[in-house]
């Protein structure tokens, strides 16, 4: 990474003049003034001031001895007072006003930086303050041109982005610093002042946007990306002296691939042959989705909508696709999925189904499957008899289903006959009523059991 060299000294030599008529007179006449040079400083002792070189003014030296109404601090502070410059293309000639800005007050000091649209003209210091005192200065600045060197500036680390947004990014661009160093040759290069820096971001050429570097860290926010192609940027550092045109820097150059939507896996379920349970995987950043039931689009849904029932006619039979698409104004971007064929409906589950291995003098109750039809589910699972006596029956057993979350059904039987062996298995199949659609071959279904074997004892 390059760094800001020392820049050779800068000649300023602009010589331009703007021509503007007088827009009103000041009712202070020539004499009326108050000698504020003793406490101006950045100023030249042939009654000039330099552009790059600020003239600030202590609010401890201007409210000692210069009359002022007290209070002036806080109507300073509350926006009822200012010290203001007065720009005049000639030198007491209180008719070729030009303009006049507020010096900006921070921490006890008011601070204003000489502009180079201002050379060859004058500055009169006035303070003007509605519920106190005003009074002008004296004293009528010349503005000179001055010559400067950086003597030291920031330097680019690095550029990372951030956003789900496919065609906006936030880029962010590390820097060493926030702020360079210059000196000016009519100081002889002692004092050195402080700048701000800025970053400009340029995409394929053209600049897009300007912000100040804060934290060692200027922040792009919202800059537009071309879908699923490479855009050039370059970030260009900008040493921003006061009253001066922006100084370039180093810069970086890098190449972003703006975003597409990803193609994405689609599930069906048959519910009924006229209805199908369709889930998918979801994207983010996009507008919704279109549902396609073989070639034909049968549905839109938002981009939070990761499940859908489909019900139409021959759907248990049909083959489904869903497409992801993102639509900016006119514009309309989408990918694809798979053609899902809708599933048989039931989940299946691996379980140990070796007796010996489960605890000693339990009989758990295995599910291995469950299948809906309308209201109807089909269980299926083992008795598991780790015993060496033979067992009777459950006098209770308890069978849960929730999908997605949700109950499906919950069904307690009492006294279910085994008559298992020692340490033996027996299949049972039961019949259970619940909730009708749910998605059990792709949906997330979690069942419980809880069971009471009896083996005959009377102390059991």
């Excluded at 899902?340 to 489960?358: C, D, E, F, G, I």
Aim: aromatic fraction near 12%; charge should be positive; include cysteine.
């Amino acid at each position: 990474m390059k760094t800001i060299k020392k820049m050779l000294a800068i000649a300023l030599t602009l010589t331009m003049v703007l021509t503007i008529a007088p827009v009103f007179n000041s009712s202070v006449k020539a004499g009326d003034g108050t000698d504020l040079k003793p406490i101006t400083n950045g100023t030249n002792a042939d009654g000039s001031v330099y552009l790059t070189k600020p003239m600030t003014i202590k609010m401890s030296d201007i409210t000692s001895g210069y009359g002022l109404a007290g209070g002036f601090e806080n109507r300073v502070k509350a926006g009822k007072a200012h010290l203001q410059i007065e720009v005049y293309s000639t030198k007491y000639d209180y008719n070729s006003r030009v303009r006049t800005e507020n010096m900006t007050y921070k921490d006890g000091v008011f601070t204003f930086y000489p502009n180079q649209k201002d050379k060859g003209k004058y500055y009169l210091i006035y303070v003007d303050d509605m519920d106190g005192t005003n009074l002008n200065d004296s004293n009528w600045w010349l503005v000179k041109g001055c010559e400067f060197k950086i003597n030291e500036g920031p330097s680019i680390n690095s550029v990372s982005y951030s956003g789900n947004s496919l065609l906006t990014k936030t880029f962010s661009v590390s820097t060493t610093s926030d702020t360079a160093t210059y000196s000016i040759k009519e100081d002889s290069y002692k004092d050195l002042y402080r700048a701000d820096c800025y970053m400009r971001l340029y995409k394929n050429g053209t600049a897009v946007a300007t912000v100040k570097v804060s934290g060692n860290e200027a922040v792009f926010k919202n800059i537009a990306v071309t879908y699923g192609k490479n855009t050039s940027f370059k970030a260009q550092l900008l040493m921003r002296i006061p009253g001066i045109n922006d100084i370039n820097g180093p810069s970086y150059s890098f190449t972003f691939k703006g975003g597409s939507i990803p193609n994405i896996k689609a599930f069906a379920t048959k519910i009924s042959k006229k209805k199908v349970y369709l889930r998918w995987q979801s994207v983010t950043g996009i507008s919704g989705y279109y549902i396609y039931m073989g070639k034909k689009k049968v549905k839109t849904v938002g981009a939070k909508t990761t499940r859908k029932m489909i019900s139409k006619k021959k759907a248990g039979k049909s083959k489904f696709k869903v497409v992801p698409f993102l639509k900016i104004g006119k514009s309309v971007y989408k990918s694809t999925s798979n053609k899902a064929k809708p599933k048989k409906n039931q989940a299946k589950w691996y379980r140990n189904l070796n007796v010996t291995s489960h605890r000693y003098a339990t009989c758990d109750f295995e599910v291995t499957k469950i299948s809906l039809s309308g209201k109807t589910y089909k269980v299926t699972g083992y008795a598991l008899n780790n015993r060496i006596f033979k067992v009777k029956k459950y006098k209770s057993l308890k069978i849960s289903l929730r999908v997605d979350g949700k109950k499906a059904f919950s069904k307690k039987y009492k006294n279910v006959k085994l008559n298992i062996g020692k340490e033996k298995k027996k299949k049972f199949t039961f019949k259970i009523k619940g909730k009708a659609g749910k998605d059990l071959a792709n949906g997330l279904a979690y069942v419980t059991v809880a069971q009471d074997p009896d083996w005959g004892f009377k102390d059991e």
